[in-house]
């Protein structure tokens, strides 16, 4: 095992990295901070012939920097890494073509990698001593290493079409959202998350997307405070401020228009629930019940007579034979398990499709999003499913804006669009 500390040996690997496919198992001064929040200590890298440290802040060796580590990683020998998402946070610069061993482990076995196990019977005894902040710095460098390279095993190189779109595409992206961060009154959110205090980087926290889910649908829990079900009405939110004001567009009816889409059924233009309302002969707000009961729950014969029930109905018997046929979910971009649905049946695998298709659809959106905010000062800060909150700022072109509506009605998905100075008044 070699510590590369000298631009000799820097170089040594940098030559070997260009031809030999390696593994790469990072960790960080504090993991329980976003790695926006803290440093690379070092990473362990193991090619087909050698094993390597790289440190960056690790006490026990000399520092490289940031730009000689990434000039490592963006060689062209094939490379998988651990935990791609956040070495993309940590490393702005890295060339594409990284392939992540959480998103090959994941599709292989339906589980995720625990990255704390390894290390816990070194962290423990300082937890004891009373040590919280950045323990892995008081761990000696080659113990870590040695802790962390059975991990190595872990690693699997099985691509598909499934495994591309995680790692070309969706986690990238997530990653991307990520950067942003969100600005907060520190006082009002320590008091409301105490547990988070070591969250905040001054006055801005960021939030951590997992895409490893059963659908793909992200969960948004970090330090503590859950992103994705942040309380609208206890004052949850009031802690979350703009630097210019915040815009959220949420979408209007989005999932029965998604199952249009995916059904093949022309939806109209106005008003859906509405349009639904006046079928059943009830009130909007009753019909947004029976709407979401169908939906989700199956749908009775009796509202087989109107006819984008009737479509949708027969998509799910359809649909529950050719995944129970070839025991996979098909979706636009993905093979889900079947066997990682708990207790299949029609309507719970129509679930979630709904759910895997709604986050691949938004994913396409947020791409486009991304692409066309920059430069502009315009922040993406947070998504949840149906919702996009923006930080804009306050003389932000009309027109700017206007074409972001654009981009995400496009398909015929309509938004309503909120503003206000914080989350909470929205």
């Known amino acids: 095992m070699r510590i590369v500390e000298s631009i000799d040996e820097l170089n040594e690997l940098k030559v070997k990295l260009e031809i030999e496919p390696s593994i790469w198992y990072p960790l960080w001064v504090d993991n329980d901070k976003h790695p926006l929040n803290t440093t690379i200590s070092f990473i362990f890298v193991r090619t087909l012939s050698d094993r390597y440290i790289v440190s960056q802040q690790h006490t026990d060796a000399v520092s490289l920097s940031n730009e000689q580590i990434a000039g490592l990683l963006n060689t062209a020998g094939d490379k998988w890494v651990f935990q791609k998402k956040k070495l993309l946070q940590s490393f702005v610069t890295l060339r594409e073509g ?50 962390v390279e059975p991990e190595l095993l872990k690693h699997t190189n099985q691509k ?49 997307y997992n895409p490893f889910t059963v659908t793909g649908r992200p969960s948004n829990r970090h330090g503590g405070v859950n992103y994705a079900a942040l309380n609208k009405s206890d004052g949850s939110r009031d802690c979350f401020i703009a630097d210019g004001i915040f815009l959220q567009m949420d979408y209007n009816a989005y999932h029965p228009r998604l199952i249009g889409k995916l059904v093949g059924y022309q939806m109209p233009d106005g008003n859906v629930h509405q349009w639904l309302a006046d079928q059943y ?61 708990e ?29 066309y ?28 804006i206007r074409g972001l509506k654009g981009i995400l009605e496009d398909g015929g998905f309509p938004i309503k669009a909120s503003w206000g100075k914080t989350y909470g008044n929205l």
């Open 98 to 147: 990284l392939n992540d061993v959480d998103t090959a482990y994941f599709l292989k076995t339906g589980e995720t990698i625990d990255y704390s196990q390894p290390l816990q019977h070194l962290v423990a005894p300082l937890l004891h001593k009373g040590y919280r902040e950045d323990i892995i710095q008081s761990i000696p460098i080659l113990k870590l290493a040695e802790a």
């Open 373 to 400: 905010i920059k430069g502009t000062g315009i922040s993406l800060n947070l998504y949840t499913y149906d919702s996009f909150l923006f930080d804009v700022p306050t003389d932000v072109d009309k027109e700017l």
């Open 281 to 341: 002969g009830c009130g909007i707000d009753e019909a947004k019940g029976v709407t979401f009961r169908l939906l989700y729950g199956g749908i009775d014969d009796e509202f087989r007579q109107i006819p984008y029930f009737d479509k949708v109905a027969d998509f799910i018997d359809r649909f529950w034979d050719d995944s129970v046929e070839c025991d996979y979910i098909r979706t636009p971009n993905r093979l889900i398990p079947l066997s990682w649905v």
């Open 160 to 208: 598909s079409k499934t495994y591309n779109w995680y790692n070309d595409i969706f986690l990238p992206t997530l990653s991307e959202i990520e950067q942003f961060g969100i600005r907060v009154v520190g006082e009002k959110f320590v008091d409301r998350w105490p547990q988070a205090i070591k969250q905040l980087k001054g006055d801005v926290v960021y939030t951590e």
């Open 343 to 371: 207790q299949p049946n029609p309507q719970k695998v129509f679930n979630y499709l709904l759910q895997a298709f709604e986050t691949e659809v938004n994913i396409e959106k947020i791409r486009k999003v991304l692409e």
